[in-house]
């Protein structure tokens, strides 16, 4: 099979998504033209324990199944390298406090660090976190519409830290190798053209042709 081409991916999942939506907007997508992984090592203000901590957010998410999860795709360095080509200093500021906010809240559920709590505490603390991040956006989104209503100029504030982590999580993993041919089905373009095809329940999505 031949090899993805990840730039194009991305540009397809976030036009699927809004990609304007997403923290970091159209930066991200402009700074994926010239952006590549490194080789292991750090990215940024992000060290390697800090890429693994990544990758345990993002596996928690996206768990390995019977297909490889997050961590499989490397989404921990993914996200590092997004957060710092592609994120303003005002957001990458609320994700490094947010890496923080993660671990300090681990060990006030479970006594312990994130990097030691077992998967079904990790994964309890996210869907908390998860919750968080949707009642602050949401009520965010619902002054701002405020605002802009009244004619007054506002900027918004960087998004919730976990909704960062969420959306670069999803983004590093369904454009990733391993997730648009394990987790999706693919088929590289030019292929048969079929308008309608039976569908199976729980059959998994087909990925964008990159």
């Known amino acids: 099979m031949n090899t993805i081409n990840r730039r194009e991916a991305i540009r ?24 590549r992984l490194p080789a292991d090592g750090a990215i940024g203000a992000f060290s390697v324990e800090h890429i693994a901590f990544l990758d345990e957010i993002a596996e928690t998410i996206l768990p390995a199944t019977k297909t490889p ?6 989404t921990g360095a993914f996200m590092a390298l997004m957060v710092t080509d592609c994120y303003s200093h005002a957001e990458q500021k609320t994700f490094h406090d947010g890496m923080r906010q993660v671990d300090a809240a681990a060990r006030k559920a479970t006594g312990v660090s994130f990097m030691e709590a077992t998967p079904p505490q990790r994964s309890a603390l996210l869907t908390t976190l998860d919750r968080e991040q949707k009642s602050v956006m949401d009520a965010r989104e ?14 918004k504030p960087p998004a919730h830290y976990f909704r ?14 391993v997730g648009c ?22 059959a998994p999505a087909w990925a964008g042709h990159a």
């Open 69 to 74: 999860g997050a961590k499989a795709a490397k």
């Open 181 to 202: 041919t394990q987790a999706m089905r693919y088929i590289e373009s030019p292929g048969r053209f079929d308008p309608c095809i039976p569908y199976e329940p729980g």
């Open 12 to 35: 397809r999942v976030s036009a699927l998504l809004g990609g304007v939506a997403f923290a970091g907007g159209r930066g991200l997508l402009a700074a994926y033209e010239t952006a």
């Open 142 to 155: 619902a002054a701002h519409r405020v605002v802009v209503a009244g004619t007054q100029d506002t900027v």
């Open 164 to 177: 960062m982590m969420k959306e670069l999580a999803l983004l590093g993993y369904f454009t990733s190798e």
